[in-house]
């Protein structure tokens, strides 16, 4: 850490001297929250009820160099729901130095990358999931020609401030061959990717030291089409969850991911087809099945449309690629397919005056369907007839009435298995049907003042029953706005309300936000990676500075 | 605490003498062309770059809004909106189908690994910034409606 901080300093009074461009350029994120207790929700705030998660990054460019440093700080400890590790700690995250001209791009220290679709390797920071899985080593990517670069990876992945002992090598190349075709309209090029893990396994031989995948993918587009694959394997490993071997045997592991578009000008509509067996990878072979997504290599999301309102992201799915072998459940990963349709109607039709614009999604996703033995191997089929997870149907619709007033209708139709929604075993304990209808309106006045108002219900006969709820914004101005918000579990026993005022503000470089209420326990997802919340009740503060 | 408000004092200190400037960066285009995000606004262009998501509702409505009028715009001032899709591989593909289907005239680029979001410091999208020779001369983060007129009376005085 000091001697790189030194070379740090060296290289600065090295670029310093030359003339050259300078730029200091960084960011400032702090989110608090203030808990209280709540009966209603049985919430007992803890000890420590003022929380705080803050990010300071500061980045400095001269000529070809350029660096960062990243500041972090959970004190007195980290929001409710992050990763532990992070608790009453503050510490420089994070720091690199690059350099790079028109053939060479070199980093030195910490570095997000992501390989293809990111199946095989992907590190990443998002700060609403509490993911940074940064790589502290060297990363290069060289350009042999306009149709051929390759970048190399080597390094050791980041768990909270610390770094995992295995160390992480990897290869992708990319290869367009475009102008070895020299059909006008394709275009066309593949890749391959090489990962792997050195993490000693003390002399145990049973235990692989070195494990790696590859892969390989091919990316076309011609015309109005597109077509895009990319297929992983994976070498026999372990398989544990939270940190304890769970077989004697070792078990391989594959993803296949296969995308077909079409698209015109007022229509599109893409399809992904995914299956995923025995497909994780982390940095720490130990690290399977921990519940803070951190210390992965491969980036496995759940492809479904992600949903924004109140109650439609109730039931959401979370992908499933662990093979499991236990009393409890026996299954080796997920199958599944989603289909995107937009349409935009003609301006000369009758819907078109109206601005229609049409949007639907369909995705089913389920087990493998597989067989196991007495000594826990298995038989597996290619998609099979496996126990299904999730299933769902989305329908928008989307008008402008005049210059003023516009709205959306959404809705949504979803099946979840409660093992997936709730936690347990998955497949054996039955479904959740449920059904949301949300009607959304905005209406603008002018000087930038507008109003924005949401009905929304859910009907499920399931789980907590029915909720309905209630949202609506008032801006003031673009910079000012102030909403209020109800989901209330009228179905349920309790009949809780789950109330949120709040606002915020956003002008220039600061963006503020204020809210207080209770938070509903569950998932809160980004990009298809699901963090756990339990249920709370208090203030929340969010400032946002960009320098 | 102490040590936060040290903080906020040094980065307020340091943004009064900063320029904001962005990134040199190279962003693909959907079919895998790059482009240098410095030359987008290069030679006095007035370049919009506003950074968005297909599933993000606020950045939809923003680029949904601006699309009723864009043309209408562009013959008023000459600029050009790049859409910079921050979608990772678990929505991505669907990019080029919403940007068709929803008829969007945008140049699109691709932030796969959020590189360009990281660096301006964008903790939420939508982000929209107006900037002229690499010169970030307007920011504005969340959408409200009505926002799109602010953005194009900024354009105007750029003029």
């Known amino acids: 850490m000091n001697r790189f901080l030194l070379l740090i300093v060296f290289l600065f009074s090295l670029i310093t001297t030359s003339q050259n461009t300078e730029n200091i350029f960084g960011s400032f994120e702090s989110n608090s929250q203030l808990l209280q207790d709540d009966s209603a929700l049985n919430f007992t ?17 001269i000529g070809k160099f350029s660096s960062g440093i990243q500041y972090e700080s959970y004190l007195p400890n980290a929001m409710l729901g992050y990763y532990p590790e992070y608790n009453g700690k503050n510490e420089i995250a994070s720091y690199f130095v690059n350099v790079k001209n028109e053939k060479a791009d070199l980093t030195l220290g910490y570095f997000y990358e992501q390989f293809g679709n990111g199946l095989i390797f992907r590190a990443w920071e998002n700060r609403q999931l509490g993911i940074n899985n940064s790589i502290k080593g060297i990363k290069l990517n060289y350009n042999f ?198 349409y935009t109607f003609n301006k000369k039709s009758f819907l078109g005056k109206y ?72 497949g054996v304990q039955g479904d959740i049907k449920a059904k949301v209808g949300v009607i959304e309106g905005t209406y603008r006045y002018d000087n930038g003042k507008s109003s924005r108002a949401v009905i929304q219900h859910l009907w499920t006969k399931q789980d907590k029953k029915n909720w309905v709820g209630l949202v609506y914004e008032y801006n003031f101005s673009t910079s000012l706005n102030l909403f209020i918000a109800d989901g209330w579990n009228y179905g349920s026993t309790d009949k809780i309300h789950y109330y949120n005022v709040g606002g915020s503000y956003s002008k220039n470089n600061t963006r503020l936000s204020l809210n207080y209420g209770r938070q509903r326990g569950g998932l809160i997802c980004v990009g298809g990676v699901c963090r756990y919340v339990p249920e709370n009740t208090g203030i929340n503060l969010n400032l946002n500075l960009v320098f | 605490m102490n040590k936060l408000i040290t903080i906020i004092t040094i980065i307020f200190s340091i943004s009064v003498s900063s320029q904001s400037v962005l990134p040199d960066l190279n962003l693909n285009t959907l079919n895998g062309e790059e482009v240098s995000i410095r030359s987008i ?17 606020p950045c939809i409505k923003e680029l949904d809004a601006i699309s009723e009028y864009y043309e209408e715009w562009k013959e008023e001032v000459d600029f050009e909106l790049y859409a910079v899709s921050t979608d990772d591989s678990r929505t991505i593909k669907r990019v080029n189908a919403m940007v068709n289907g929803k008829g969007w005239e945008y140049n699109i680029l691709l932030d796969t690994n959020n590189e360009l979001q990281r660096s301006l410091g964008a903790s939420t999208i939508p982000l929209t910034l107006i900037v002229k020779n690499n010169k970030i001369v307007y920011r504005h983060s969340g959408y ?16």
Do not use: H
């Not at chain 2, 290069?42 to 599933?55: E, G, Q």
């Not at chain 2, 409606?145 to 003029?159: P, Q, S, T």
């Open chain 1, 45 to 61: 705030s803890p000890e420590d009820n003022f929380r705080s998660n803050n990010y300071l990054q500061i980045n400095y460019d």
């Open chain 1, 145 to 342: 020609s306009d149709s051929f670069s390759l970048t190399t990876i080597y390094g050791q992945q980041r768990n909270g401030f610390e770094l995992n002992e295995a160390t992480i090598q990897g290869i992708d190349s990319n290869l367009n061959l475009n102008k070895f075709l020299k059909f006008e309209e394709l275009d066309l090029s593949i890749g391959a990717s090489y990962v792997g893990r050195y993490q000693d396994n003390s002399t145990n031989n049973l235990i692989p030291a070195n494990v790696k995948a590859l892969g390989a993918r091919l990316d076309l587009y011609y015309g109005r089409f597109s077509l895009n694959f990319e297929a992983i394997t994976k070498d026999a490993d372990i398989i544990s969850n939270e940190g304890v071997i769970q077989s004697n045997k070792l078990y391989d592991g594959t993803a296949l991911q296969l995308d077909l578009g079409y698209s015109k000008k007022g229509l599109g509509i893409s399809s992904t087809f995914r299956r995923l067996e025995n497909f994780n990878f982390y940095s720490d072979r130990l690290a399977e099945g921990n519940i803070y997504n951190q210390q992965t290599l491969s980036y496995t999301p759940a492809l479904t449309k992600q949903q924004d309102y109140l109650l439609t992201n109730i039931y959401v799915y979370s992908s499933q690629p662990r093979l499991v072998v236990n009393a409890l459940e026996n299954r080796s990963g997920e199958v599944g397919s989603q289909t995107d349709f937009y």
């Open chain 1, 355 to 426: 601005k229609t614009k049409i949007a639907v999604n369909f995705s089913y996703w389920a087990a493998i369907e597989s067989d196991f033995n007495q000594d826990e191997s298995y038989d597996v089929e290619f998609i099979g007839n496996g126990n299904r997870y999730y299933r769902d149907f989305n329908f928008e619709l989307k008008n402008r009435w005049n210059k003023r007033f516009n709205t959306t209708l959404t809705m949504l139709d979803v099946i979840i298995d409660k093992g997936v929604a709730l936690g347990g075993p998955l």
């Open chain 2, 41 to 57: 606004s290069s030679d006095d262009k007035i370049a919009v770059v506003s950074l968005w998501a297909t599933w993000c509702v």
């Open chain 2, 144 to 159: 409200s409606a009505g926002v799109e007129f602010e953005l194009f009376d900024k354009i105007k005085e750029l003029k």
